[in-house]
């Protein structure tokens, strides 16, 4: 089915979504998203949608869909966030993503949105993540944090990242599990300048054994740094 240039493109993309529908995947992944309505997931596959997405970014009039917000549906909401992954322009996408973000509903939402272009100077991105760290706002503050974590702790890593991040108050959940993903992986890759964090309780309780409980499970630490990290547990 070919969109014409008469079209209205958003509801020409939810006929599109809805052709691709698999109830079973609907009802698995509904459960893997409790905040959000099980009415406003179609149930369309990660590798379909991705596909999708790449012929829609072709298409000139797609920004009257990426404009038309807030989305109703979780697929239409991952189709943006696939369709900014894909630019190829940084100022564009940081643009692009800055406008999505306080629309995003979720954490897979949140955490799948990963622009390519970003790899290339991610310091250009520091002001903007300060921005989101600080903005209060759920899913925002969460993305910061995960482009610190995708970023900054490998050529580009200073403590002064890890302090920004033990520095974030949140009570919400969906944040406060990014910053233990956060600090299991910067023990990961960063452990000595790290592990101080962990031994000083710079972080809240739950944080602090969430942090723990994920850096145990990886497989990038070693038996004796696991070891270490067990008797460090808040009880």
């Given at each position: 089915?070919?969109?014409h240039s008469d079209e209205n493109v958003t509801e020409y993309i939810k006929q599109q979504l809805f052709s691709m529908q698999d109830l079973e995947y609907k009802a698995f992944h509904s459960r893997l998203m409790p905040t959000i309505s099980p009415e406003t997931i179609i149930g369309v596959r990660t590798p379909a949608l991705r596909k999708f997405a790449?012929?829609?970014?072709k298409y000139e009039g797609?920004?009257?869909f990426m404009q038309d917000l807030p989305h109703k549906f979780y697929e239409e909401n991952n189709l943006q966030g696939f369709i900014i992954e894909g630019m190829k322009d940084f100022d564009k996408c940081l643009a692009e993503?800055?406008?999505?973000?306080?629309?995003?509903d979720n954490w897979a939402t949140c955490d799948m949105m990963r622009p390519k272009v970003f790899k290339r100077n991610p310091k250009m991105l520091l002001p903007k993540i300060r921005e989101w760290i600080a903005s209060g706002k759920t899913y925002t503050v969460r993305y910061g944090i995960?482009?610190?974590?995708t970023y900054f702790l490998d050529e580009y890593f200073d403590v002064k990242y890890v302090d920004e991040?033990?520095?974030v108050e949140s009570e919400e959940y969906y944040?406060?599990?990014m910053v233990a993903w956060y600090f299991a992986?910067?023990?990961?890759?960063q452990w000595d300048a790290v592990i101080p964090y962990i031994e000083n309780g710079k972080l809240e309780k739950w944080t602090h054994n969430k942090a723990i409980q994920k850096a145990i499970e990886s497989y990038r630490i070693t038996p004796l740094q696991k070891e270490y990290l067990r008797g460090m547990k808040h009880r």
């Open positions: 089915m070919a969109l790449k012929e829609m970014a797609v920004e009257m993503v800055d406008r999505f973000l306080p629309y995003v995960g482009m610190l974590m991040v033990a520095a944040v406060k599990m992986t910067a023990l990961a890759k």
